[in-house]
C-alpha cells in the first residue's frame, strides 16, 4: 500500500515562529503536493513539485516556501508564521501520469496564536 | 482551463436510500476525473475514476458514478446508504493533456441519517 506520512497530526505555533511541515512517501511519485483546506474553500493548492528542487506555484503561495531535496521528501516551511495560517494542511503524491490517482497523506492541523 | 463544480454544499439522505452527489466539469480536452471521500480529521481517500470506456464507474464501498460527456456531469451514486458513508466528499478532474495537476471541486458534505 502506499503510504503517505506527514511529520505531525497537530501543531500550535506562535506568530511569527517559522514553522516546517514533513511529507514523505514511500511510492517513489515524482509529483507531491501542498493543500491548505479551510471550511467553504475546499483544497487549495500551495505548491507543487514535480521532481527533485523542482516546484511550481500553485493558487496561494505566499507566505509560504517548500523544499524538495530528495524524491521521497517534501517539506513545507512557513516563514513567518500568521493567524491566518491557521488550517488543515494536506500533502499529496502521484506518479507523473495525468490518469494517476493522487494518494493523501493524514493531515496536519495547525494552529497558530 | 479546467474547472469543477459541486453544486451541494450538503445532502442529506435516510438510510438505506439511494444517494447521488453532483459533480461537472469543464476541460477543453478531455477529462480524467476522480472521486475521492474525507473522513473527519483524515485526508482523502480514493473512491474511484474514469479514465476511458465504460461510462458507469464503480469503486470502493458500493459506490459507483456515471460519466456524461454530453451533460460534462460525473455523479456519484450508491444505490442504499449507509450511516458510515456521512463524509465530505471532493470530485476532482485533469484534462488528459493538460497539467498534472488537478482542479477540486468545494466539496459535498453527505449526512446519512439513521
Same mark, same amino acid.
Given at each position: 500500500?502506499? =503510504? ?5 497530526? *497537530?501543531? $500550535?505555533? +506562535?506568530?511569527?515562529?517559522?514553522? @516546517? ?35 511550481? =506555484? ?5 507566505? *509560504?516556501? $517548500?523544499? +524538495?531535496?530528495?524524491?521521497?521528501? @517534501? ?39 | ?114
Amino acid at each position: 500500500d502506499v =503510504k503517505v506520512t506527514q511529520s505531525s497530526r *497537530y501543531l $500550535v505555533k +506562535r506568530t511569527g515562529e517559522k514553522v @516546517f511541515l514533513e511529507c514523505v512517501q514511500d511510492m517513489d511519485h515524482e509529483n507531491m503536493f501542498w493543500y491548505r483546506q479551510d471550511p467553504g474553500l475546499g483544497l487549495r493548492l500551495i505548491y507543487f513539485s514535480y521532481d527533485v528542487k523542482m516546484k511550481e =506555484k500553485g493558487d496561494i503561495p505566499e507566505g *509560504y516556501s $517548500v523544499s +524538495r531535496e530528495k524524491k521521497e521528501r @517534501f517539506s513545507l516551511i512557513l516563514e513567518s508564521a500568521s493567524t491566518n495560517q491557521t488550517s488543515m494542511y494536506l500533502c499529496a503524491s502521484s506518479f507523473a501520469d495525468r490518469a494517476k490517482t493522487q494518494y493523501f497523506g493524514p493531515g496536519t492541523r495547525l494552529l497558530v496564536l | 482551463a479546467q474547472s469543477v463544480a459541486q453544486p451541494e454544499d450538503q445532502v442529506n439522505v435516510a438510510e438505506g436510500n439511494p444517494l447521488t452527489v453532483k459533480c461537472t466539469y469543464s476541460v477543453s480536452g478531455n477529462p480524467y476525473l476522480f472521486w475521492y471521500v474525507q473522513y473527519p480529521n483524515r485526508g482523502l481517500q480514493f473512491l474511484l475514476k474514469y479514465i476511458t470506456g465504460d461510462n458507469l464507474v464503480k469503486g470502493s464501498y458500493g459506490f459507483e458514478a456515471e460519466f456524461n460527456k454530453s451533460q460534462t456531469s460525473f455523479h456519484l451514486k450508491k444505490p442504499s446508504a449507509l450511516v458510515s458513508d456521512s463524509a465530505l466528499y471532493f470530485c476532482a478532474v485533469r484534462d488528459i493533456a493538460g497539467s498534472y495537476i488537478p482542479t477540486f471541486g468545494r466539496g459535498t458534505s453527505l449526512i446519512v441519517h439513521p
